[in-house]
């Protein structure tokens, strides 16, 4: 089956700093990531829909300038989280959708947990 | 919009007990339906899917029917084991495909 793979699985950082957060499809192409946030026994958040060379689509209240988001490749999107504070601190998971895929089935990378001190 | 709901958890069970998630939804059209698994500290792993009305899923001994008429997609398996204390979510991607969304989640723990 479709692989995606974060990277890295976890990160301590201090507060003020960036975070960048790679999601990689591994053997297929993807057109379409989405970027998921996630709280403690909470469910998946949709910040983003990053779609191959154009700009991301954000979810109303979450702040672009703050979560960057690239999707430069076919196989490729980036997060970074800019300027992190404590509150930015979560368990982020991207997803990716293979092309041609008309149920609209995912594919999950493992997550990656951020932790900002 | 679209919308799902799962019954509330945690649910609690002993092993080879049988195990019922309730999942319903709401949306437009003919959406497909999802169960994924999320065991701790990974992403989510794809259970099962269905795509059209009265279509059954299933994997791992887990199934759910896809039922138009209750917008129910209800997972079932007849004797859990230790193995699958996770979180379930039920999900459903819209006509267009485009998107999923998803339920609360329901946490799962098999004791011996």
């Known amino acids: 089956g479709a692989v995606v793979s974060q990277h890295p699985s976890w990160v301590i950082c201090k507060s003020g700093t960036s975070v960048k957060i790679e999601c990689r499809s591994l053997?297929?192409?993807?057109?379409?990531m989405f970027w998921y946030r996630q709280f403690p026994k909470q469910s998946l958040m949709l910040m983003a829909t990053?779609?191959?060379?154009?700009?991301?689509?954000?979810e109303q209240g979450v702040e672009k300038d703050k979560f960057l988001i690239n999707h430069a490749s076919l196989t490729l999107s980036t997060l970074t989280v800019t300027s992190a504070h404590p509150e930015d601190s979560s368990f982020y998971i991207c997803?990716?959708?293979?092309?041609?895929?008309?149920?609209?089935?995912?594919?999950f990378g493992e997550g990656s947990r951020l932790t900002v001190l | 919009g679209d919308s799902v709901t799962q019954m509330e958890g945690p649910v609690t069970l002993s092993e080879e007990a049988f195990l019922t998630i309730n999942c319903t939804y709401t949306?437009?059209?003919?959406?497909?339906l999802f169960w994924y698994v999320q065991y701790p500290g990974e992403g989510l792993q794809l259970l099962l899917k269905?795509?059209?009305?009265?279509d059954k899923g299933s994997n791992k001994g887990f199934e759910a029917t896809y039922r138009k008429e209750t917008t129910s997609f209800h997972l079932e398996k007849g004797s859990v084991q230790v193995s699958d204390s996770a979180v379930y979510f039920c999900?459903?991607?819209?006509?267009?495909?485009?998107?999923?969304?998803f339920g609360e989640g329901t946490q799962l723990t098999v004791n011996p």
């Open positions: 053997d297929f192409q993807a057109t379409t």
């Open positions: 990053s779609n191959e060379g154009s700009k991301a689509t954000y």
């Open positions: 949306a437009t059209g003919y959406p497909s």
């Open positions: 997803s990716a959708k293979v092309r041609a895929e008309v149920t609209g089935e995912l594919f």
């Open positions: 999900a459903l991607s819209g006509t267009s495909g485009s998107r999923l969304t």
């Open positions: 269905a795509t059209k009305a009265d």
